[in-house]
């Protein structure tokens, strides 16, 4: 024996002791959960992702955001490269030509179905990928990314106390019973029961978030504190409470005060019946509404006359005209909406001049090109941590399939310099700066 490493002439083996084990598992525990179902409810009534989608549908600025957030993130899609040195020791990235890595990217049309994966982490937080193995379950043939609100999964229970199924349902709302096409099952994979070589299942579950601490079964995206402060709401309401005044409000310009007795004296008995008086009367409230109606007559003066009381030694006034001021002004509620849009543009984290807004709080405007770019450039250095979330998968499949180690993995940036002049290549387009 030497240096823990036995020989044994007669069955000629060699033994060692693998020092480089894991002296121990890692501690788990796991939250108090009250469910009674085999899966973790998202939310107090499981239907969190629906519920945000509806506040979503009903709230443009925060859509926009959103989508913003993702384009950036996914740029103008994957690229797949090795580092390799040139004369001078720099290094360049060279786009991988592996017939069995583009022919993978092809069947499965990454770069169609990422775009899905990076909405679901800047929505929720939460994705789920779904994985089919070839027969020999060595290799990943098939990938799927799934729909993140119709995911839930299993709770964590004894002995393994961990995530061992992804349930998947489209009709979370009506309690689904464990029937095909209603509710599927899917195992969530697990690290022990991969050798290096074959898997145990012949498809499973990939998980893939935004890490947020205090959670154990689902993650919270930053954002949502506009939710759960009111914020979205108040922005969701305005529209509806503008919509409701402009329908049930009456907008009188103003008011006209007629003596009660001008046609009795106007039109006296018995020269004028009732009917001419009536008829005068509703002739002469046409005039007044011409008169005082359409911007032609803005400006027009208008006289009336008053009446002497000898008894009571005053002048009885005539008609009146009394402008009626708008309590409600066209603008009321603006500064609560604009409000609410300034804190969930705040809370997303997109500058408003890159979906077309004014600075919050201040003059209106979209802001200039420079502002526009250098937005973008300061959104794009930010997607760093997310990125790296979002490419792990990729690294997984490449170390499951048996990929070259070498092979890396990013998103490719549009590059918004104005001119060439300002493109950092003048001319060319650089695979090796993240740019085109």
């Known amino acids: ?169 489209a009709q979370w709302e009506l309690n689904p019973a464990k029937n095909p096409g209603i509710l599927a099952e899917i195992p969530m994979f697990d690290p022990l029961a991969y050798d290096g070589i074959r898997y145990k299942d012949p498809n499973f579950a990939y998980p893939v978030f935004y890490r947020s601490f205090n959670k154990s079964y689902y993650h919270t995206t930053v954002w949502n504190g506009i939710r759960a402060g009111g914020w979205m709401d108040i922005a969701n309401k305005v529209p509806r409470l503008k919509q409701a005044i402009m329908a049930n409000q009456m907008t009188i310009k103003y008011h006209i005060e007629v003596p009660d007795d001008y046609f009795m004296n106007r039109y006296p008995s018995p020269d004028f019946t009732k009917d001419q008086r009536e008829s005068k009367k509703k002739e002469l409230l046409e005039e007044m509404d011409a008169f005082l109606s359409d911007v032609e007559n803005s400006g027009k003066s208008f006289a009336t006359f008053t009446f002497y009381n000898k008894f009571k030694n005053e002048y009885v006034s005539g008609w009146k005209i009394n402008v009626i001021d708008n309590k409600l002004k066209d603008d009321a509620y603006l500064p609560d909406s604009q409000a609410a849009n300034s804190e969930i543009l705040f809370a997303i984290g997109v500058d408003p001049c890159l979906i077309g807004a004014g600075i919050p709080g201040g003059a209106l405007g979209a802001g200039s090109g420079s502002d526009k770019r250098e937005a973008f450039w300061m959104l794009n250095a930010e997607m760093g941590v997310y990125r790296q979330i979002s490419l792990e998968p990729l690294y997984f499949i490449r170390d499951f399939n048996k990929w070259d180690p070498a092979i890396r993995f990013d998103y490719v940036t549009v590059d918004t310099s104005q001119t060439q002049d300002q493109h950092p290549t003048k001319t060319e387009k650089r695979i090796d700066q993240n740019q085109v």
């Open 1 to 169: 024996m030497q240096n823990d490493v036995a020989f044994m002439p007669g069955s000629k083996a060699i033994v060692t002791n693998k020092t480089s084990a894991d002296a121990v598992k890692t501690q788990t525990v796991v939250p108090q959960d009250y469910s009674t179902t085999d899966y973790s409810p998202w939310g107090d009534d499981n239907l969190f992702p629906q519920n945000v989608l509806k506040d979503l549908e009903l709230n443009s600025i925060a859509l926009r955001a959103l989508e913003k957030r993702k384009t950036v993130h996914f740029g103008r899609g994957i690229i797949v490269y090795r580092e390799v040195k040139d004369a001078a020791g720099v290094a360049q990235r060279q786009p991988v030509e592996d017939p069995d890595v583009l022919e993978f990217f092809r069947i499965n049309r990454m770069n169609l179905i990422w775009i899905d994966l990076i909405g679901s982490l800047e929505m929720f937080a939460n994705g789920w990928i779904e994985f089919i193995l070839n027969k020999g379950k060595d290799r990943i043939n098939k990938v799927y990314v799934k729909d993140p609100a119709y995911c839930r999964v299993s709770r964590m229970v004894e002995p393994s106390f961990r995530i061992q199924k992804l349930f998947y349902s």
